[in-house]
């Protein structure tokens, strides 16, 4: 007789089978889980002839000692054990570090068209598709990007004789803002940003933003706690395993919902300020990439786009905001701190210019302290230590060392205003260092902030601009101390920017 069907015997032999089911998959996933180790650690191998560096951990290389202390002090603390030009291992993404200014200078210089690039890495490739200017591969795209934004910048903004204008207008509103504090204390990061930012907006869209602008505010924040993420491990983590992007949770999700609630937001203003445009009469940058992007419209492999004009703007707004705020932070900061360098500095603003007129670019010049305070503070400060990753778009060899193509390239900036070779004593804040013995300014090779090369900032005139008049219109109106002797904590903030822990700060009219 049969058994009866779905009796006991059947129901071993659909045991026994889905047991064998269950083996065989558990089998082919050790096999792949094994695949993918081994695969791992084959990435993570030197390649030949690549410089030396500290030993890293199996699949995560030397990410863990990123997040362990400052990135940047941690690299110039290794170059001092492997040389200037020592090799990291992201989690099977090579990197080579240069440390000083002689090395960055060789590579950044001296082979500037092979060290331009910019690495494709997961985060980069996900956020902008390598497009846009910033992060944009060296190639077309990148070429005409730039081209078009420092003739822009030019045209709308350095360029124009009415500009400077414009920046001592936005003082003015930033001043009575301030005013409005009466000298009671209150965090300057809030009106920083947005006076800063409106130089920028000015260029790119024509128009600024009211400090109650929230939404403007909203956006700027949200953008800049992503520079923050940008550079925490869990992200380099990301690069390393892209895969890691399908779990619901961690900063990389963090990361991808701001830039998300951004792009939209440029989006719809960029819509707006294109309302009425007239072709080829551009009033700013948006209407200046439209046009090109028309007289482009045949060409297939033009590089002008919607995404990559989104991705523009994004960029210029960040690079311009994130950096110069940050200067103007550390710069007032250190005015509280050190009170007869503010003091100096005041002597000169008094000395040179009217009291009842803002200042001008034209007494830049006659200015070497203020001048001086400025430099020193962009070069302790160190506002982008680690510059912005670069990649070699070919093999090449650099002090014997060989460097394949596609090499992650970090620029330690923060390694150079420290280099000894260069600085007496780096570690303390000096700004004579940068006035001869007659007290007039000199210019110094191993000042980089804005970097070297083909990829160094193109915002570097602006930044200059914005810098000495907000600083110099505060400082004439404004004494700047701490509240009741509350001298806030000077370790940096960690990023791909540095910037101040929150503090207060009295401005009290002069
Ligand atoms: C004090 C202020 C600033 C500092 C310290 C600074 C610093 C830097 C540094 C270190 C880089 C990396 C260069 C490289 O890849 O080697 C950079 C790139 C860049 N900066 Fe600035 N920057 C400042 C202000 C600005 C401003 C005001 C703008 C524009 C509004 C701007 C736009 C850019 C852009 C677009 C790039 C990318 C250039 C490229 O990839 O070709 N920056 N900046």
Redesign the pocket.
Known sequence: MWPAKGGPVAAAAAAAGSGAWLLLVSLLLVAVLLALVVRQLLKQRRPPGFPPGPAGLPLIGNIHALGAEQPHVYMRRQSEIHGQIFSLDLGGISAIVLNGYDAVKEC?VHQSEIFAD?PSLPLFKKLTNMGG??N?KYGRG?TEH?KL?VNT?RIFGYGQRSFEHKISEEAMFFLDAIDTYKGRPFDLKHLITNAVSNI?NL?IFGERFTYEDTKFQHMIEIFSENIELAASASVFLYNAFPWIGILPFGKHQQLFKNAAEVYDFLHDLIERVSENRKPQSPRHFVDAYLDEMDCNEKDPESTYSRENLIFSVG???I??TE??TN?LRWALLFMALYPNIQGQVQKEIELVIDPSKMPTLEEKSKMPYTEAVLHEV?RFCN??PL??F?ATSKDTVVRGYSIPEGTTVI?N?YSVHFDEKYWSNPEVFFPERFLDSNGQFVKKDAFI????????????Q??RM??FLFFTSLLQRFHLCFPHGMIPDLKPRLGMTLQPQPYLICAERR
């Open positions: 950044l910019r200017l910033l944009s990148w730039r934004a910048f920028t260029i960029e210029l707004i690079a311009g950096t110069t200067v962009l506002i982008v510059g912005i670069h620029t900036l902030p804005f970097s070297l090369g083909r990829r160094h900032c193109l915002g570097e602006l930044a914005e810098m």
